[in-house]
């Protein structure tokens, strides 16, 4: 059976996440989704309520587990005897990111693989940032989340608008 690891920040998952994670476990046995404890970006949520909203959002997928990790992706690869590690990319500069980390990530561990998702049109231009800069300012997020983010952001926002 393949493992594979999707790791990032989730700061908060989004439909665009929820949709690669998905097509990935279609392809892999099994997909743990990594929440990254100290992301280099300052994040709004805590790693607790981040791993809490993902693990909601894919409890329907029975070969999908969500755990938080600490160090470096490569170990928490070998952690779980995960072989691929899965990204998404949505416009060109997902790509030269990715590139960059997969070069670095080869050299430290050859065999884990990095497998791309295309992000789907309807996605292209989402991030956990711009849609929590809508949130923030009153904005319908309901397209891009799932209910129990979008209940969340609104929290963070003390349910009204700045
Ligand atoms: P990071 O902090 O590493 O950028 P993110 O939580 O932002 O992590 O994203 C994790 C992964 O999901 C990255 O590979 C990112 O490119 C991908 N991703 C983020 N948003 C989308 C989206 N809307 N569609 C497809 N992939 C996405």
Do not use: W
Request: aromatic share 8%.
């Amino acid at each position: 059976m393949i493992t594979a690891i999707y790791p990032g920040s989730f700061d908060p998952i989004t439909n665009g996440h929820i949709d690669v994670a998905r097509r990935a476990a279609r392809i892999f046995g099994k997909v743990v989704i990594g929440v990254f404890e100290k992301p280099t970006k300052i994040v709004t949520f805590s790693l607790e309520e981040r791993v809490k909203m993902a693990s909601e959002a894919v409890k329907d997928i029975p070969n999908i587990e969500v755990r938080p990790f600490y160090g470096l992706t490569v170990d928490f690869a070998k952690e779980v005897n995960a072989n691929v590690m899965v990204r998404g990319l949505r416009v060109s500069a997902d790509f030269e990111r990715e590139f960059d980390m997969a070069m670095m990530n080869r050299k430290l561990s050859p065999e884990l693989e990095l497998v791309c998702f295309i992000a789907r049109p309807e996605y292209q231009f989402l991030r956990s940032s711009l849609l929590k800069e809508i949130a923030r300012v009153g904005g319908d997020i309901a397209n891009f989340v799932p209910a129990h983010v979008a209940r969340a952001l609104k929290e963070k926002n003390g349910n009204s608008p700045i």
